[in-house]
């Protein structure tokens, strides 16, 4: 068999968004919107200002949802904020967004796809 | 109720760590591999086996993409991925990269995706050594598959 070679995606970076449980629809069609590809989302339990707001910290839900975008470089500005926005991130207790660096990515690029960004690179000056 | 602690604290305390007593190595690679759902843990298992990595995790997620639409519109456009994440030193990480790219079989339609970023520093996680114990090797031996990956 032969292998084909891994077509590395490079410039790219992650964001993670913590939100309450139920926001992350919201949160991943708002990025979905302005770019981005896809997103991964689950549960994780969280702690912190929940403890100090309300009776028992009612106000705050303890379980969180996660998501996992990873956009390119251009597009993150954008996403990023569109997120931030789309969570209600500047209300405190909402939650928290942030973003990570990445050295490469791969996944399955179709062949015109990559015959289109070879004839672009090649058109360049 | 939890200690309030400032970053300023956090600070203070990693400052007054004894950080020549923890075995900090720099220079390591995180790898996460989306992969379809029953793929991640027969990756962690090659891992382990193949490659000797034991830093490899494994959690589910649901993910919404590019993916085929079942049935009426909507329907099937979020599926159950696993995410395996595996912590490499820098000079094996390329090697790890392909290696999951291949085995996890990414190269195709829907197959998952996978990225790779730089760690600020991390330490060794090492297993005990049941080896030197007959016992606990006698009795690890007699546990059968399913009583081993039982929760």
Known sequence: ?125 | MCPKRSSRDSRAALASAPSQMIPIQKDQRQITAILPAGVGQKMVELLSLERGLTTASLHRARGVGIVPLIGRKGVGTQVEWELVTVIVARDQADEIFEYIFRQGDIDRPHGGFLYMGALQAATQFLLPDVADDPDATQEFESLSRDELTQP
């Open chain 1, 1 to 125: 068999m032969s292998k084909r070679e891994i077509t590395v995606l490079t410039d790219v970076a992650l964001i993670t968004c913590v939100v309450q449980r139920g926001y992350a629809d919201g949160v991943i069609a708002a990025a979905r919107e302005v770019g981005a590809q896809g997103a991964t989302t689950f549960y994780a339990r969280g702690s912190g200002v929940r403890e100090r707001l309300g009776i028992f910290g009612v106000a705050i839900d303890v379980e969180k949802e996660v998501i996992n975008v990873v956009v390119s470089k251009d597009q993150l500005d954008r996403v990023f904020e569109r997120m931030y926005l789309a969570g209600k991130l500047d209300t405190p207790g909402m939650g928290f967004i942030h973003v990570t660096e990445l050295e490469k990515a791969a996944t399955y690029v179709p062949e015109e796809v990559k015959q289109r960004l070879q004839s672009s690179a090649s058109q360049r000056p």
